[in-house]
């Protein structure tokens, strides 16, 4: 296996994910729905594995999402982007740009990840488009079957399970090569299960058992968003790859709280929106 040195000598960053994962340890990451670097850089000084970015979402533009990936690179905290679901340059760009690792919305079917695979892993796992030029290659300092080696060890690729469809493929989908985690999306899988925004209902609760099943069964990490509260439960059930938070909370408690400070001194507030 390769060392991971850069030309001279320094170390390439290596994934913390991707670590965590192949011992058996719980990941945790934590979601951005802005765009500075310094809210970045705030999660990634406080040693959170990983930062979810979204270009499923959120309008987050090329450069943007550059400065974002490497304000977390800075702090040795992974990131990883939730494509949106289109052509193989959606896949490519970020891992080009530095991320560590893709999330892929709406996987509906074990062919679907493989095709994943095929587009986001070099020979012999499959057939990424090569370059090598960018943040990811050294800029064409590494040479090609190192850097091809490289990106096969530290990057991970999560596929989303949202659909009833993908239910009916949980043990197939789980044995695909070359994904490293099922991650649950509960809202939307609530709403195409036609119980829309009940995360807990015994429909979804359900479905969740069945991916914990199947990832079970073919050796898979697999996770979902959660609470503090409800982590330990989900982690029992042998979720190892966890998401919880996201910028945009934390900004709303801080306010709320701020505001209701000052209204205690009987300042005004234009907005309407209980606190």
Not at 252 to 267: A, H, I, N, P, S
Request: charged content about 25%.
């Amino acid at each position: 296996m390769i060392d991971g040195r850069r030309p001279g000598g320094s170390l390439m960053r290596l994934s913390r994910v991707r670590e965590k994962l192949r011992a058996g340890k719980p990941v945790l990451c934590t979601k951005m729905n802005s765009a500075d670097p310094v809210v970045a850089d705030i999660i990634g000084i406080l040693g959170f594995d990983c930062l979810w970015l979204c270009n499923e979402h959120t309008p987050l533009d090329g450069d943007r999402l550059c400065h974002l990936i490497r304000t977390a690179a800075l702090n040795k905290m992974d990131t990883m982007v939730r494509t949106s679901k289109g052509s193989y340059s959606d896949l490519v760009r970020p891992l080009e740009a530095g991320a560590s690792g893709l999330m892929i919305p709406h996987c509906m079917s074990a062919d679907e990840a493989r095709h994943i695979v095929r587009n986001t892993r070099f020979h012999p796992v499959g057939c990424r488009p090569m370059d090598g030029g960018n943040i990811d290659g050294q800029y064409c300092m590494l040479p090609m079957i190192d850097y091809m080696r490289l990106a096969n060890e530290n990057t991970f690729v999560v596929v989303q399970i949202e659909d009833p469809e993908a239910l009916e493929q949980m043990d197939e989908i789980a044995a695909v090569e070359g994904i490293d985690a099922l991650f649950v999306g509960p809202g939307d899988l609530s709403q195409a299960m036609g119980i829309p925004g009940q995360t807990n209902h015994p429909e979804v609760e359900d479905a969740i058992r069945s991916v914990a099943r199947a990832c079970q069964k073919q050796g898979r990490a697999w996770g979902l968003p959660v609470t503090a509260q409800n982590s330990a439960k989900y982690v029992e059930m042998g979720a190892r790859f966890l998401s919880s938070g996201a910028d945009i909370f934390g900004l709303q408690v801080y306010y709320r709280e701020l505001r209701r400070d000052f209204e205690r001194l009987g300042f005004a507030f234009s907005s309407e929106q209980e606190t």
